[in-house]
Each structure stands twice: as structure tokens, then as C-alpha cells.
């Protein structure tokens, strides 16, 4: 067994479901707070923040400033900023085609970001480094239920789902093909039609209608479409049917498996619930998708991998390193899909896509389809894309690019840090049992407030990227079951997490952009469902995105606070802001100028990362 393969990220402290925390709770009484020196999962949890979070390794990944963390422990706000806390990785150094000695010192060698997730601050040849005493990631998830009932569970449409059909939908580029109203239209194959059928869905949403069609035709698309409106199938049907028709079918007789399709994302859960849903439309067929993600047993994975497989679905380390590993082979691959593209583009992740499309084997882009999908695409993401896409790529906006799901209704209370907490008791306790998702800013808030709600007998669980990957799904599968109904997460559960009735979102403390609050409040109001969010508006830190809530306020038609508008445009208000009523609004950044209204920003190409740099795959 290798000794890179079983590298874990550092455990964390674990507040999980109420169960789970009780033992823990005496330590985290026990002087977490006044001493940090709570046990090693508090110091460890203490390296590196406050100064500087540098991570050398792999080529220089470089890390700005970090939020401290000391503050949240003792304000429970953590509103002190060192700096710059932009994120920014430096290459990776050359990439190693599998075999052959370990890459170090510039050669690629793949990695599990959770390795470097912990924090530790450990140096370029220390994190490269095999080190004994890190705990081995030998983590193997259970097995997924062979039954056809769990496997087409799904949660129904809601109410609005019909209210798609009024969306408006701007498409551009040239050769439009034409959009679909039916599945039937789509002209798909028999098993890939009952298997739609199978999963509850009887017409096509938006951006399915659109997007099929598109993908059939084997054009590029960039295509933005807001929260839980279907866009994972949007492209997973099309390309399935594809493989279908070519007739692929997976086999456990070559050394190397060869994927047709690739499908990258963020974060493991999103990709495993990506994996899930292709394994579900491609259930009784030939074709076989895989799933490889960090914080997951390496050898595992790839006996997973030699099985067969025709979709392979990772986060772009793990996928990189199996492809460094020389256990994938990209010669064959026609479809390359970038879900939450504008995340897999920003600074964070953009290497590793270069790094992916440079591979050896890799397709040309005009030899390849490309694909790129999600609710937010700042302009300067889409021109940065543009270098992925074939120059003829259609662009597809649904609604308003970067809009909020307007089945969500969003309100704000005005907080201080210090009375954070009680307000956040008081709205769980009115909420009851229903469904709620915490939004917090660092690692650190999430173990302090889950342990908070826990303490306060209410059954909370919690999820970030210091926790393992086994705590990690368990935390969700206990938030799925209504176990735990209150999850606790940073932005690494921002994003796609499609988890039924989920009937409140809480931005206890608020993101640092509208993009990122855009996605955290769309884990609610999914699929036509109505849902409810409810922001903490600290002034003191969040007044840098007044503008931005108010404008994505008004776009959804909402009721913007007077105090908020105020906090956003001053004491006059806003004679100059007026996004009248629109409903929709096209941004291809190809067309020239923005279609946006101007109080709107956009996000940089580098968004800041959350405050204590959560690691997302
Ligand atoms: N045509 C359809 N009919 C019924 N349900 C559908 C249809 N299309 C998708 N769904 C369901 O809607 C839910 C949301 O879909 P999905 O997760 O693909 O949204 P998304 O647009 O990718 O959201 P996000 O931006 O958050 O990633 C899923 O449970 C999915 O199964």
C-alpha cells in the first residue's frame, strides 16, 4: 500500500448529531474558549490561523490571510480580518503520467486537497512528504442500495414547478437547435425514458428544454440557470443517451479504464450526488459511471474504477491523481462537463482544469464537447471559460443570470455579533422540526455554534471541510433522515446539495459574495418547492454587500428593508438604483456589454475564499 494513499486530513473537533456530541460536549465546555487548549483537536484547529495560512507544496500553493479564528471563539462573531484573504494556488509542477517514481519536487502526484485541509501549516516538502503520523484515509463509504425503490427516491415537484414555463429564456451563439416540450421530443432511448419516468419527472424544466437539445447536437454550452432547477440532468441525459446509442458498455478487462464522458465539481458531496443521479438514469444499461473523491480510500477507488467505467465523476484532485496514477486514460473522452463552472474557474480551482484539459490524452477542445453549468456566472469567469470552449459555444441563460431562486423568500434581521446566538435559538426554536441549514463562515463557527444548538437540546449536526470524510456523510445522511434537522455547514455545502425538504436556510453569518449567497439560500425553494431564508445582517462586517442584496432582492421581486437599502445606498435611498422589475436578463459576456444592472456587482475572478479557506473537494 502506498504511503500517499492513505493520507487523512487531521481530525477535527466533532460536534455532530446531538447523539454524537454529548461526550464531547464537556471538552468543549471544558475551555475550548477561554484556553484553546481544548484537547488536539482545538490546537489543531489553531494552526495557522490568525497569520499567515500559507500552504507551500505541490509547485506553491499559496494562501493568503485567514479570518481569525481566535476571535470567534471568544465573540462568537469573528469579525477581525488579517488581510488579504483571497486564494490563489500556484501550478502544480509537471505532471506525471502514471508509474515511475513519486513525483516529488515538482513532478505531479496527485494530492487529497484534505491533506492540506487540516491546516496545518506544513511546508512544501513536509506536505509532499509521506508522513507517518498523519492518520491513512482507509475510509470506504457503504455500499449504495441496489433497489430500485431507493434508487429513484426523489421528493416531488412543488407547486411553482409549472411557474418554469413562464422563465425567460435567452439562448445565443449561431445554428440554434431548436428547444424541446416534451422528454418525448428528446427522442430518447427506451431504458433512459423509463428511467426519467421512473424518477418523477414528467416534462423537462427550462433548462433541460434547452439544453438537450443543445448537448444532442454536440455543441459546447455554457449554460446559467438558477438553484434546483435541473440542470444536473440537463446534462446527464443527453449524454447518456449518446453513450447509449453508441452502445458503450463498461469492461473489466482493460488495465486502463478509458471514460467517455468526465464530469468535474467542487466538493465531494456534490460530485458523489452527481454520481448518483447518472447511476440512476443509467440504471439497466451497459453504461457504468464512478465516482472518485478525496477524504476516500484510494485503493478503493480504483477497484472501483477497474471495474469499468464510462462516466467518471471526481473532485479535480482525486481525478487528477488517478489519472496521474495511470488508472484513467482520457483519449476516449467526448464529453468534459464542469459543474458549478464558475467555482471549478476561479482561482481555486482553475490550475487543476488547466492541468486536467492538458492531460496527456486529453481531446482538443474542438476534439471534445464541452460543458459548463451553473446558478452564477460572473462575466469575467464566462471570457476565462471562453479558453475551454469551442469559439461556436452557445450560451443559454435562464432567467437572470446569477439570479436567487425566486421561490425562496429571503428576508434580513439586523444582528450584532454578541446577539448572534440568542437570535438564532429563537428562530430554530420557531422553526421547529422542519428542515434547516446554518450557513457559517469558518470551520471554527460551524464546530462552535453545532456544539452551541447541541448543548441547547437541539438536535444539530455539522459539516466542513476539517471534518472526515466518514463524519462528513454521515452528518448529511443524518440531516437527510430528519435525524438531526438542523446542519450546520460553511459555503462547502453551498453549493448543488439537493437534500428533499429542506424548508429553511439561515446565513448566520453571511457569505463574503452575492454569488455564494445566491447558492446557500438556493438549498431551499428546490424544484418548483417553496423555501425561506433568513439572513444575519451584522452591519459592522457585512455592509460590502448591501448593494449586491438589495439589487438581488429587487431582481426577485422581493421587499428590500428600508434599513438595508439605506445601509446600501446611503440616507437617500435609491432614486439611482432601479432594476425595474425585470424579470430577466441576458449575460453572455460575448454580447459586449453587461446586461446587468450596474448595482449588481460581479464577482471578481478570484472570489475571496470563506474566511478560514474551507477546503472545498
Ligand atoms: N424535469 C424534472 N422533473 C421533476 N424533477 C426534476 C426535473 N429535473 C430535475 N428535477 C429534480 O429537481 C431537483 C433539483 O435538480 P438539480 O439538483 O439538478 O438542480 P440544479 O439546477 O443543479 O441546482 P443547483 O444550482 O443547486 O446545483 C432534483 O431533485 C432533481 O431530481
Known amino acids: ?89 500556484g501550478g502544480r509542477g509537471g505532471f506525471r503520467s502514471g508509474g515511475g517514481e513519486r513525483g516529488r519536487g515538482g513532478g505531479y502526484r496527485g494530492r487529497d486537497e484534505d491533506v492540506f485541509a487540516a491546516g496545518d501549516g506544513r511546508g512544501a516538502e513536509n506536505s509532499d512528504a509521506a508522513d507517518p503520523e498523519r492518520p491513512k484515509v482507509t475510509y470506504i463509504p457503504p455500499s449504495l442500495p441496489e433497489d430500485e425503490d431507493s434508487i429513484f427516491s426523489h421528493y416531488k415537484m412543488g407547486i411553482n414547478f409549472d411557474k418554469y414555463d413562464d422563465i425567460l429564456v435567452d439562448v445565443s451563439g449561431t445554428n440554434l437547435p431548436a428547444a424541446i416540450m416534451t422528454f418525448e421530443e ?90 448518483q443521479e447518472a447511476r440512476k438514469f443509467s440504471f439497466g444499461t451497459c453504461v457504468r459511471p464512478v465516482v472518485v473523491y478525496g477524504g476516500v480510500n484510494t485503493g478503493y477507488q480504483m477497484r472501483e474504477i477497474e471495474k469499468g467505467c464510462n462516466v467518471l465523476c471526481g473532485t479535480p484532485g482525486r481525478l487528477l491523481d488517478m489519472i496521474g496514477r495511470g488508472k484513467v486514460g482520457l483519449s476516449k ?88 446566538r440568542e437570535q438564532l435559538l429563537d428562530l430554530l426554536r420557531t422553526i421547529g422540526s422542519e428542515r434547516t441549514m446554518v450557513f457559517v463562515e469558518t470551520k471554527r463557527q460551524a464546530d462552535f ?78 424544484c418548483g418547492n417553496t423555501g425561506r431564508a433568513v439572513s444575519f445582517y451584522d452591519p459592522d462586517v457585512d455592509s460590502q454587500l448591501a448593494r449586491s442584496l438589495v439589487g438581488i432582492l429587487a431582481k426577485a421581486q422581493q421587499e428590500v428593508p428600508s434599513w438595508l437599502e439605506e445601509s446600501a445606498f446611503g440616507a437617500h435611498g435609491s432614486a439611482a438604483f432601479n432594476p425595474s422589475g425585470r424579470t430577466f436578463a441576458s449575460t453572455d459576456s460575448r454580447k459586449g456589454g453587461s446586461f446587468q444592472d450596474s448595482s449588481v456587482k460581479t464577482q471578481p475572478a478570484a472570489p475571496p475564499a470563506a474566511a478560514d479557506e474551507d477546503d472545498w473537494e
Open 1 to 89: 500500500m502506498d504511503d500517499w494513499e492513505e493520507e487523512e486530513t487531521a481530525p477535527s473537533f466533532a460536534p455532530v448529531s446531538s447523539t454524537d456530541a454529548a461526550p464531547q460536549r464537556s471538552s468543549w465546555n471544558g475551555g475550548a474558549r477561554d484556553s484553546g487548549n481544548d484537547g488536539d483537536s482545538w490546537n489543531r484547529s489553531n494552526r495557522g490561523r490568525g497569520g499567515s495560512a500559507g500552504r507551500g507544496g505541490r509547485g506553491g500553493r499559496g494562501r493568503g490571510f485567514g479570518r481569525s479564528d481566535q476571535d470567534e471563539l471568544n465573540g462568537g462573531g469573528g469579525d477581525s480580518e488579517n488581510g488579504f484573504r483571497g486564494r490563489g494556488r
Open 186 to 275: 428528446a427522442k430518447l432511448c427506451e431504458s433512459l425514458e423509463n428511467n426519467i419516468s421512473r424518477s418523477g419527472y414528467v416534462k423537462p424544466t427550462p433548462v433541460q428544454k434547452y439544453g438537450l437539445p443543445i448537448i444532442s447536437a454536440g455543441r459546447d454550452l455554457m449554460a446559467c440557470a438558477q438553484t434546483g432547477s435541473g440542470k444536473t440532468a440537463a446534462f446527464l441525459l443527453p449524454i447518456l443517451q449518446q453513450l447509449m446509442a453508441d452502445g458503450v458498455a463498461a469492461s473489466r478487462f482493460s488495465e486502463i479504464q478509458e471514460p467517455e464522458a468526465v464530469i468535474v465539481a467542487p466538493t465531494r458531496e456534490l460530485i458523489n450526488q452527481i454520481y
Open 333 to 420: 473522452v467526448r464529453h468534459l462537463v464542469l459543474d458549478e463552472a464558475d467555482r471549478m474557474l476561479d482561482m481555486g480551482f482553475e490550475p487543476d482544469m488547466r492541468r486536467l484539459v492538458g492531460s496527456p490524452g486529453m481531446p482538443s477542445k474542438e476534439e471534445r464537447q464541452t460543458l459548463m453549468f451553473s446558478a452564477t456566472f460572473p462575466e469575467d469567469i464566462q471570457r476565462l471559460a471562453a479558453d475551454f470552449l469551442k469559439v461556436d459555444y452557445l450560451f443559454v441563460a435562464v432567467g437572470v443570470v446569477g439570479g436567487a431562486c425566486t421561490d425562496v423568500e429571503q428576508t434580513f434581521l439586523q444582528v450584532t455579533k454578541f446577539n448572534k
Open 449 to 526: 455554534i453545532a456544539a452551541f444548538l447541541c448543548q441547547e437540546k437541539v438536535p444539530t449536526t455539522s459539516i466542513h471541510g476539517d471534518r472526515e470524510q466518514r463524519e462528513r456523510e454521515k452528518a448529511l445522511a443524518d440531516f437527510r433522515s430528519g435525524k438531526c434537522p438542523v446542519l450546520v455547514a460553511t459555503s462547502v455545502a453551498s453549493r448543488g446539495l439537493d437534500i428533499p425538504d429542506v424548508q429553511h436556510v439561515v446565513n448566520f453569518d453571511l457569505p463574503n459574495t452575492i454569488d455564494d449567497y445566491v447558492h446557500r439560500i438556493g438549498r431551499t425553494g428546490r
